[in-house]
Every structure is written in C-alpha cells, then in structure tokens.
C-alpha cells in the first residue's frame, strides 16, 4: 500500500493569472527626508514592470510633536519631501491609493557610522574569493537593534543581509559578505565583480520587527504585515542611512591569514 501510494501524484493548478497584483508600498525616512514609492507585484510570465503608481498620496505624521507633511510627486515617480526624520521621534506614513488607506508606524533610530571597509582573498576548495569586510558602530542602549546591510554594485543592487547586534566586539560590528572569485570566467554574474566596480555599502538600523519581515523575505516564507488597512506588500522603514564605497582592485588583494 505505501508503494502504490508514493506512486501516485496530482498536478496542481494555480489560478495565478486571475489574481489581481498586490500593491508593495516602500517607503523610507532618513536623514535626507522621506520617500515612497507605490508599484505593483509582476506575474511570474510577463516581464518585470517597474512603472510607479502615482494615482495616490501620502502624508507623513510626527507622532512626537503633531506635525504633518504632504509628500510630493517628483518626476520619478516618488512622493518626497526633504524634511528629515528626528531620531528618537515616532513617525506614521499615511499612503492613499484606490480608494484605500494604509498606514505604518516607526520609531526614528540614531545613525550609525561605517568606520572601515576592506577587500580580501579567502581560499576556498574551488578557488579563491574576495571577501568584503564592512565595519560599523553598534548603535548604544537599545536592545531591540538591528542593522540592514545593503550592498551596490556600480549603483545597482549586489547583495544584503540583515546583521544582528549580538554580532559587537567593543562596540563595532564587522559584516562579512563573499563576493566575486578570482577566476572571473567561472562565475555568477550576481556575484561578479570585475576591475574598477564600486561597491558601495548601506547601513540602516532597524527594529525587530523589521529584521523579521527582511529575514522572511530572504528565506522566501512569511513575515509580519507592515501595514494596516488591507492587504499590500512592502515596509515604512524611519531611520539614518550610513553609506560608504570602496573601488574593487583584485591585482591589489592580499589574503586573509
């Protein structure tokens, strides 16, 4: 019986194309002010639309001290403004889009300082590998920290990762990420890097809360809901963005000891 039934299968049919697309709302406050941007998901057989939903608005509201700003539409396609967020202030976005309101609160965190960064070979079974060394302050008493550690390439988006605050040695942190192997013609264009590319690292405190929603997005399961009135994707993220770049070099690498 248990052979007849391994045996057996069923093909499953998902109605996909009669979902309508979610909406994924991003948005972000930093030290340069606020910006949202509205988009929909993309079915699994068209090609990737970015094209921004602009019917729509959106305030931003400091809970700390009752001020209201009403975001811009710029010729991208994102409602800014350039008021900057003040760490330690709670702040809700308020996004209107077909006929619905959504809402998503943050506290504001401080800003942290990227105070290193550095390339080196690693040797691995297959070849050697350059390894990016980001090294940053811990944000102090707050125990709910963690940190977003995203990585450009040539200005475009090259690896992240979320970084737990667990992860401080005398109040630094270092990320470590694997990038481009030596032997360019054996790899991925998603981790290549050739001569000249820069990379540029970003670094963002975050909540709990959002480094559960990052790590559900990573591993491809479920997270929390960022937003209250109704069902869309994306986050409202309030807080300092630390950035700095490195040129690659791989004749100039030495090797981790």
Not at 62 to 89: C, K, M
Not at 163 to 171: E, K, L, P, W, Y
């Amino acid at each position: 019986m248990l052979l007849i039934t391994a045996g057996c299968k069923k093909e499953l049919d998902f109605e996909y194309h009669d979902v309508d697309s979610p909406l994924v709302i991003e948005a972000v406050l930093s030290q340069s002010g606020p910006t949202v941007r509205i988009t929909h998901t993309t079915p699994m057989d068209e090609p990737m639309d970015l094209t921004p939903v602009t019917a729509a608005s959106a305030m931003l509201t400091d809970l700390t001290d009752g001020s209201t700003r009403i975001l811009n539409l710029n010729e991208d396609g994102a409602f800014v403004d350039d008021i900057p967020g003040i760490a330690g202030h709670k702040y809700q976005m308020a996004v209107t889009v077909e006929g619905k309101t959504f809402l998503s609160a943050c506290n504001m965190k401080g800003e942290t300082e990227i105070v290193d960064m550095m390339f080196q070979w690693i040797k691995m079974p297959y070849d050697y590998v350059a390894v990016l060394q980001v090294s940053f302050k811990e944000l102090p008493d707050d125990a709910d920290n963690c940190y977003w550690v995203r990585l450009l390439r040539n200005g475009q988006p090259y690896k992240w990762s979320v970084v737990d605050r667990q992860a401080a040695v005398s109040g630094i942190i270092n990320f470590v990420a694997m990038t481009s192997r030596k032997d360019i013609d054996e790899e991925d264009e998603k981790d290549l890097l050739l001569d000249n590319d820069t990379v540029t690292a970003l670094v963002i405190p975050i909540d709990r809360r959002m480094a559960d929603y990052l790590t559900a997005l990573e591993r491809d399961s479920n997270g929390p809901a960022m937003w209250d009135g109704g069902f869309c994707l994306g986050y409202f993220l309030a807080a300092p963005i630390a950035e700095k770049s490195i040129i690659y070099h791989p004749d100039e690498l030495t090797e981790y000891k």
